[in-house]
């Protein structure tokens, strides 16, 4: 046997010892017992999805111990690569420490392969002879993007590339960069890799087939899904169909079909999912909370965006501004016309919303006469039968030269074209199905003008609201586009080269194929603004002084400096380097924060650090240096005018991975306590146990970066006692100008940053969305709710400083269900008044006021009676006199007109007792549930104590359903909202009856005991109910939902519910009943529906 195979048999046999020396968690179990089962069952994809943190390596390793086979583990970067070799440690037992770990794992420079291959996708990627090909298509895609785009001619976009790769190499190759993976990206599927990857690519492939790999683990898999995705399933394919094993944190979303189907074809679909409050509740993970700092432009910034808002505000003042026909009457607008003109066509049985209903005509298109009628049969438009006109139109046409029989025919031709029979699309829905967004841009228009909306529009929460900047410029685009662009008057040429141009302006432009959103410097100035950088130091202020040298803090922005980006400065508003690393690091410096912390920046380019500690971190490093074998002398670099040194070194090896890893051993020792940096280095990979504070200043809104970056902040270091209640603290800072329609810009990607991630609210709720950072904030946040960012500051202030009791509100170790809960969010309820309070008797008022009124009979007659029938035995047994024979029917009616008043009163206290918002919440969740019970949506095994109702610390409520299947609870929330939203044009309402004091009109509390005036109201009121005088009269009317309104059983369950939980009444509908509309129009609370995990 030769030496190499006796290595390799003893390499082998290290496999038969590997197992993890530590308890695996109990989702760990579940994986491997999952995976043992699929395997068993024959299948060969395995698909993991679980949070940065999670032990995801500890996974893989497991697995390859347990099927103890050469192995080959693919990662996106070195610095992965370096995780699965370091965790391997921890898998080895004591008595193999002779051959380490070196022996057992290794990459692709080894010769032989060891049994456990590390690998990137890039070093199976990389191109080879076919490059030059590649590299040709992409400068001809180049050129002809240059053709279309400037309109060159081939000879001016062929000299443009030479001249920019003589003059500008960085950027032609930056350039062709782009290109070229698009064109990767386009024959993926056509064309054979092995032909185009590179000789060592493809002898690492073959070398691989020779070590008999069964087990493939593809790291951060959510990568595969262009051109590493075909690699690798050429690579699957070339090893002989082994086991395939997919890790990742974030699943790719918002992918094509063409990539989706490339993902799933790899590893399959999702087989277990581990959700991040899971391991937050098991203690695998760091409880957390997000937070955010709001700031506002300076006033430098702020006027410059003023200032590009100008003439958009000038625009839509005079748009929607009525039209003077005299002193006594306006006329609406001509955009308010033409958007009513436009809903109710929609709303007609049949409207075709794709193409003008035009025909086929004998006349050339310049003398079309005036449309009389379109043919509803035929779609075809009907002319006027005008003899006269005809003939002289025929003159007129015969006059011209010899070129307008020809223009005659193809103006024929043309239209006959669009005059196709087209399939008809049902009305507004053909419109909300195929238009959505401009379906609603049209109600929050109609909304804003306090229009009514027509009976076919079912009216959502999102409808009723003001127009957002999108909504007007999807209305402004549509109006300019198909009336003032194709219009014969000169003034609305005009007109529309002015909306064109302040659209511009906020980043929108006008083409023939739509509305397209461009790069705007409003966006700019809010996403880079230079009062971030002053953000973050109050920031890390406020966090030093609660955690003191505990503080481990990250900064992640962007870029180092704007000028690395695509972006160029704008001069006087925003610096070459706002919003970049080296401004955070300059800005922290020069305050006392800076002091503290002794920040440090790291990025792919540069180390800089704290002038007061480079002393300090040169000996550091030189010793870290050594540590690692490694020789290399650090160079430092000062500038007087600055408060920072750089550090770098003359060597090779003085790389990103190296210094990155150092500098983050440092960090957790506490020689800096801050560090700087961009996503590309602190997102992926990167590691540090020790940080609890993470400040994100990125634009990033992309799912996979979201989650990865708020991951680094929540791993635990299990050989730290101090950290055994870590909580961490994930900031986010956004610049608003809530003055202006695009200053929410900065929020409305905060808000999209949020999308889709659970967290902690105030209440100890987990929840999805940006409403987890504050009850108040949503995707539908007006902008009055940021009147005043000091108070929500100083709210986030409090709850940075509270770590303990967020640590508590996780409830870490207790059990939980492990699934989604819709609930739905209830603010500015209005005044409850006085619920009728033979409701809650189940009895109606007759029934009710009887029963009262045998109560109060009742106490009178029995002392009454047992008084009376004393003295009349005293009287006729015992011969007692007149006088005295009557005393005991005296003092029965003494202890009758006491027990009376004791009585009344209870009952008078009962009966006026005020309902509160909650209880009213309660009852007609009630009534909703017993509806839906009735109707089989729900089973009717579910009790009202299933109906959880809670307050945040805003006062805002949150109801759900509980115990109940995911759609059940859908049903529940949705016909919740629908009946708690406000009137618009819901086609059946309900009132509620509630009393109200005297002549009052508006809720009032009629019980109060030290309110002498109110008292006396009481007792007036309870006297006039046993009366049977007391009238309800009717506080406000409440959708039906729609769910149960659109059939005659449902209305009748939910109005039989209704009596029974909320209020007397009988469904009303609206078609026939119009002035309910107008008269309760946009009454009704503000309502978020969110999503829960318990």
Not at 383 to 399: A, C, D, E, V, Y
Not at 404 to 409: A, D, I, K, L
Not at 798 to 819: C, F, S
Request: with cysteine; hydrophobic share 35%.
């Amino acid at each position: 046997m030769s030496q190499d195979s006796r290595n390799n048999t003893t390499e082998l046999s290290l496999l038969d010892d590997l197992n993890f020396r530590f308890p695996l968690r109990k989702y760990q179990k579940e994986i491997l017992d999952l995976v043992h089962s699929k395997i068993e069952d024959g299948e060969k994809q395995i698909h993991i999805v679980a949070p940065p943190g999670s032990g995801k390596t500890i996974i893989g390793l497991q697995l390859i111990s347990a099927i103890k086979c050469p192995s080959l583990i693919i990662s996106p970067n070195t610095t992965i690569q370096s995780q699965w070799r370091q965790k391997l440690d921890l898998f080895l037992p004591p008595d193999a420490e002779a051959f380490g770990s070196a022996d057992l794992i290794g990459t692709h420079e080894d010769k032989p392969l060891k049994p456990i291959t590390l690998l990137t996708y890039q070093v199976l990627s990389t191109p080879g002879r076919e490059q030059e090909y590649l590299e040709k298509l992409a400068r001809n895609a180049w050129i002809e993007e240059l053709r279309k785009s400037r309109s060159m001619s081939r000879a001016d976009a062929e000299l443009r590339l030479i001249e920019l790769l003589q003059h500008n190499p960085k950027e032609h190759q930056k350039e062709l960069s782009r290109h070229l993976t698009r064109i990767r990206r386009k024959l993926t599927d056509v064309l054979e890799l092995k032909e185009i990857l590179h000789e060592n690519a493809l002898n690492l492939v073959q070398a691989l087939r020779r070590q008999n790999i069964r087990l493939v683990i593809f790291d951060e898999c959510h990568h595969l899904t262009d051109y590493w995705a075909a690699v690798m399933t050429q690579l699957v394919k070339q090893l002989d169909d082994p086991l395939i094993v997919g890790l990742t944190g974030t699943p790719p979303e918002g992918k094509s079909s063409t990539q989706e189907t490339r993902y799933m074809s790899l590893v399959g679909e999702i087989d277990y999912q581990v959700p991040t409050p899971a391991l937050v509740k098991e203690g695998g993970l760091a409880p957390f909370q997000d937070l955010v700092y709001f700031t506002q432009p300076t006033e430098r910034e702020f006027a410059f965006l003023k200032e590009q808002h100008e003439d958009f505000h000038q625009l839509i003042d005079e748009l929607v501004k009525p039209t003077k026909v005299s002193d006594e009457r306006c006329d609406a607008s001509g955009l308010t016309n033409w958007i009513s003109e436009k809903v109710s066509q929609a709303c007609d049985e049949e409207q075709t919303i794709d193409r003008p209903n035009w025909a086929v005509a004998e006349t050339p298109l310049s003398y079309l006469p005036a449309v009389q009628k379109v043919d509803e049969t035929t779609h075809r438009i009907r002319f006027p039968k005008n003899k006269s006109r005809t003939k002289s139109r025929t003159n007129r046409i015969n006059t011209n030269n010899s070129n307008t029989s020809n223009e005659s025919n193809i103006s024929n031709d043309w239209i006959g074209k669009l005059a196709t029979p087209i399939t008809p699309i049902a009305g507004w829905k053909g419109l909300q199905e195929h238009k959505p967004q401009l379906a609603i841009a049209y109600c929050r228009y109609m909304f804003k003008m306090q229009m009514q909306f027509p009976s076919k529009i079912e009216v959502s929460e999102a409808m009723t609201q003001a127009p957002l900047l999108e909504d007007w410029m999807i209305l402004l685009e549509e109006y300019a586009s198909h009336k003032l662009k194709v219009s014969s008057d000169q003034s609305d040429h005009k007109l529309y080269a002015r909306i064109k141009s302040a659209a511009q302006k906020l980043g929108y432009g006008f083409t023939e194929q739509g509305l397209r959103k461009q790069a705007s410097p409003v966006d700019r100035v809010l996403a880079f603004s230079n009062s971030k950088a002053q953000a973050v130091a109050k920031i890390l202020q406020i966090e030093h002084r609660n955690l003191g040298d505990k503080l481990r803090a990250v900064v992640i922005t962007d870029f180092e400096r704007m000028s690395a980006t695509v972006f160029k400065p704008l001069d006087g508003v925003l610096s070459k380097e706002s919003g970049g690393a080296i401004d955070a690091l300059r800005t922290l410096l020069a305050t006392k924060s800076g002091t503290e912390l002794n920040p440090c920046l790291v990025t792919g380019s540069l180390l800089l650090t704290d002038k007061r500690i480079t002393e300090q971190f040169v000996r550091a490093a030189d010793q870290y240096i050594a540590s690692s074998g490694l020789q290399m002398d650090l160079i430092v670099k000062n500038d007087n005018t600055e408060g920072f040194s750089e550090i770098t070194a003359s060597s090779a090896k003085w790389e990103p991975r190296f210094y990155v890893a150092m500098i983050t051993e440092f960090f957790e020792r506490g020689i800096t306590k801050c560090l700087i940096g961009t996503r590309g280095l602190f997102g992926e990979g990167w590691d540090s146990q020790a940080l609890n504070t993470l400040i994100d200043l990125t634009t990033t809104t992309s799912p996979v970066s979201v989650k990865q970056l708020r991951g680094r902040s929540i791993r635990l270091n299990a050989n730290d006692p101090t950290a055994v209640r870590k909580c961490a603290n994930n900031w986010d800072v956004v610049c608003i100008a809530p003055q202006l329609e695009k200053g929410l810009n900065d929020y409305n990607r905060f808000v999209r940053k949020h999308e889709g991630y659970f967290g902690i609210t105030d209440d100890g709720q987990i929840e999805c969305g940006v409403g987890h950072v504050h009850a108040s904030l949503s995707e539908l946040t007006p902008a009055e709710v940021f009147a005043s960012i000091d108070e929500f500051n100083q709210e986030m202030t409090d709850r940075a400083l509270a770590r303990e009791q967020i640590y508590d509100l996780w409830k870490v170790g207790q059990p939980y269900k492990n699934h989604a809960l819709g609930c739905i969010e209830i603010s500015k309820m209005r005044e409850i008044a006085l619920a009728p309070p033979f409701v809650r008797r189940n009895l109606n008022y007759k029934q009710h006021v009887s029963e009262l009124r045998s109560d109060l009979v009742g106490v009178v007659s029995k002392y009454s009676f047992l008084g009376a029938s004393t003295s009349l035995i005293a009287l006729v047994a015992l011969h007692l006199p007149m006088l005295v024979a009557t005393i005991p029917f005296i003092i029965g009616l003494i202890f009758a007109a006491k027990e009376y008043r004791s009585l009344f009163a209870s009952l008078q206290k009962e009966t006026c007792m005020q309902r509160t918002q909650e209880s009213a919440l309660k009852d007609i969740a009630q009534a909703v549930l017993s509806a839906l019970q009735r109707r089989h949506f729900i089973p009717e095994d579910i009790s009202a104590d299933s109906i959880r109702i809670s307050m945040r610390t805003d006062g805002t409520f949150r109801v759900l359903l509980d115990d109940v299947e995911p759609q059940q609870s859908a049903h529940f929330i949705s016909c919740m909202k629908e009946a708690l939203m406000p009137v618009t044009n819901q086609p059946y309402v309900i009132p509620k009856f509630e009393y109200f004091v005297g002549d009052n009109k508006s809720p009032e509390s009629i019980i109060s005991t030290t309110n002498t005036g109110n008292n006396q109201k009481s007792n007036q009121f309870f006297l006039d109910y046993l009366a049977g005088k007391a009238e309800p009269r009717i506080a406000a009317y409440y959708p039906v939902p729609g769910l149960l309104a659109r059939s005659e059983k449902g209305r009748e369950a939910f109005e039989e519910a209704w009596n029974k939980h909320v209020s007397p009444g009988y469904i009303v509908a609206t078609e026939t009943n119009p002035e309910l509309l107008n008269r309760y129009f946009k009454m009704g609370p503000s309502l978020a529906q969110r999503l829960l995990w318990e």
